[in-house]
Nanobody
């Protein structure tokens, strides 16, 4: 198993940037495909981005493509989400998640391990 702890959320003005971090502990971090999801009030949890085990392949939701960048440092057991040009509609709780197989599937149900989330609020 792996334990995940997100950090880096906060309040930012529209057009600003934040970098989220997710620190992993437990089983070997490089064994996992890592993903970021978000959930806004009253909405379902949605996929944001994912990165392959070695970091060579990334995938983004269309609405975040070009504004968000996912990366990982396997030596530090950490995955990051750099968020630029933030919009009020990006306001949500952002979750880090992990799965050990199945690149190409980015649904919530496919990720077995989850952090508790970090709040991101973008003011207009």
């Amino acid at each position: 198993q792996v334990q995940l702890v997100e950090s880096g959320g906060g309040l930012v003005q529209a057009g600003g940037s934040l970098r989220l971090s997710c620190a992993a502990s437990g089983r070997t971090f490089s064994s996992y495909i890592m993903g970021w999801f978000r959930q806004a009030p009253g909405k379902e949890r949605e996929f944001v981005s994912a990165i392959s085990k070695r970091g060579g392949i990334t995938h983004y939701s269309d609405s975040m493509k070009g504004r968000f960048t996912i990366s990982r440092d396997n030596a530090k057991n950490t995955v990051y989400l750099q968020m630029d040009s933030l919009k009020p509609e990006d306001t949500a709780v952002y979750y880090c998640a992990a799965r050990d197989t199945g690149w190409g599937s980015f649904d919530v149900e496919g990720f077995a391990y989850w952090g508790l989330g970090t709040q991101v609020t973008v003011s207009s």
